[in-house]
């Protein structure tokens, strides 16, 4: 094992340090936030940060960059105060990793980089056709993260839309059958395989191995 310390890290050049420190949190997931301004001009944008906060009420959360340069996705959201979290699949991870290019505000991320904006009836931002799981999402707080001018934005769930057949009885997604990436650091890319589920931890009590659907294994 190699230690880093913080004057390690310090002495990186910023792009490598950028790649080494987004590799610390392990696996993220992969989504595109979908928005819309006040003209019309869809917006798309890569996001590796999107976290549960909760689930009554749905809450879902993401980190935005800081402002020190234009972020549409960002100003659109506080305009609108809507946007989509589109889950990015194998079929189209490409044009999700074009989407973090910094297409000039008239550009629509969607056409620039092939894929398809939709709409949920009378919601105002687009959500990503290609998508196999994609949320609208209502912002409710967008709390500032002072040390690196960064911001949690953070949004309740108005809607859904999934594959009927990747919803269990008990409520789990499995979204490895949506074919759902993830992504380590910038630019890793990767598909997954499931090792298990678990049953729910209990002290003294032996964890068992569950099927798709949420039952014991035989």
């Not at 008239?106 to 919601?123: H, I, N, R």
């Not at 707080?141 to 009885?169: C, F, Y």
Request: proline share 4%; glycine share 6%; charged share 25%.
């Amino acid at each position: 094992m190699k230690t880093y310390k913080q004057q390690d890290l310090a002495k990186m050049n910023d792009r490598d340090r950028a790649r080494f420190v987004n590799c610390l949190s392990g696996f993220k997931s992969a989504n595109v936030i979908g928005t819309r301004d006040r003209h019309q001009q869809n917006n798309l944008a890569m996001i590796s940060s999107v976290v549960h906060l909760g689930s009554n009420p749905p809450l879902l959360g993401f980190v935005m960059r800081p402002q020190s340069v234009t972020r549409h996705t960002w100003e659109n959201i506080e305009e609108s105060g809507v946007y989509t979290i589109n889950q990015v699949n194998e079929s189209f991870f490409r044009q999700a990793h074009q989407t973090s290019a910094r297409y000039p505000r008239e550009t629509s991320e969607f056409e620039a980089c092939g894929l398809t904006p939709e709409f949920v009836d009378g919601f105002h931002a687009p959500y990503v056709a290609e998508s196999s799981l994609r949320i609208g999402m209502q912002q409710v707080e967008i709390i500032p993260i002072q040390h690196n001018d960064t911001a949690l934005i953070v949004g309740e769930v108005r809607w859904v839309e999934v594959k009927e057949e990747a919803v269990k009885s008990d409520g789990f997604i499995d979204i490895e059958s949506l074919g759902t990436m993830t992504i380590s650091g910038l630019d890793g890319y990767h598909s997954t395989q499931r090792a298990a589920r678990l049953s729910y931890a209990k002290p003294d009590e032996e964890l068992s191995e569950l099927d798709a659907e949420g039952e014991p294994k035989d």
